[in-house]
């Protein structure tokens, strides 16, 4: 089935850091999406991005929507303990009666106070 | 408003057992998913439904059934538990309007399958 890479796969960094990861495509996408997850809850949508070039913060989240529509990126700035997470990129292929998600395999983020 | 209410939260199954994995949403929502979360894999999706009476398969629906029998509700029946099927299941719904449609998850359901 269609797979979306998601890098890197674990970060590790100390409160304040920056942090980028990234997520690409065999296929063309009509949008992306990047979700949160925390420790026994369920993924909740942080940013929504719909066209190419697109470029969209949400606080200290931007994300952009990459100009071949095949690839995403998700950076967040001045990190913080409760940004600790699985972050997941999800793009959507929507067309005929269905709305299908394909999730990335998702980035670990762990911030050391 | 509840949005996505998954239960039971936890469940330990033996081989060969079936369960109901239960999903109710209160947003009025038509598309309906199921999805399994593994190490390493994401979130893949098992079954999907666009609306009351209508499921159809996603990209691994083998050993899960579903039913769609009204909008609220969207059942995922595990027939006869394998350890493969040790998982994270979650439950999703997405509004399927305008030219996109995020989706809303559940909590999730952990099972382990002995």
């Known amino acids: 089935g269609q797979q979306l890479n998601q890098s890197p796969q674990s970060m590790f960094i100390q409160e304040g850091e920056d942090v980028s990861m990234n997520c690409t495509s065999s296929?063309?996408?009509?949008?992306w999406l990047w979700y949160k997850q925390d420790p026994g809850e369920g993924p909740v949508l942080l940013i929504a991005?719909?066209?190419?070039?697109e470029l969209t913060s949400n606080g200290r989240l931007t994300a952009q929507f990459g100009t071949t529509r095949k690839d995403s990126f998700l950076n967040i700035s001045a990190s913080i303990p409760s940004d600790v997470g699985i972050y997941f990129c999800?793009?959507?292929?929507?067309?005929?009666?269905?709305?299908?998600?394909?999730f990335g395999t998702g980035t670990l983020l762990a911030v050391q106070p | 408003n509840a949005g996505v209410t998954q239960t039971p939260k936890f469940q330990v199954l033996k081989t060969g057992q079936s369960m109901t994995l239960q999903c109710a949403q209160d947003m009025n929502h038509e598309y309906m998913s199921w999805y399994r979360q593994d190490p390493g894999m994401g979130l893949r999706l098992i079954h999907y439904s666009v609306g009351a009476g209508i499921t159809d398969q996603g990209e691994v629906p083998n050993g899960y059934n579903v039913s769609r029998s009204t909008t609220e509700d969207f059942p995922l029946r595990l027939l006869s538990a394998a350890p493969s099927q040790t998982s994270v299941y979650f439950c999703?719904?997405?509004?399927?309007?305008?030219?996109?449609?995020?989706?809303?998850f559940g909590q999730g359901t952990r099972l382990t399958v002995v």
């Open positions: 999800a793009g959507l292929n929507y067309g005929g009666a269905t709305n299908k998600l394909i």
């Open positions: 991005l719909y066209k190419a070039g």
């Open positions: 296929s063309i996408f009509n949008t």
């Open positions: 999703a719904t997405n509004s399927g309007t305008g030219i996109w449609s995020e989706a809303f």
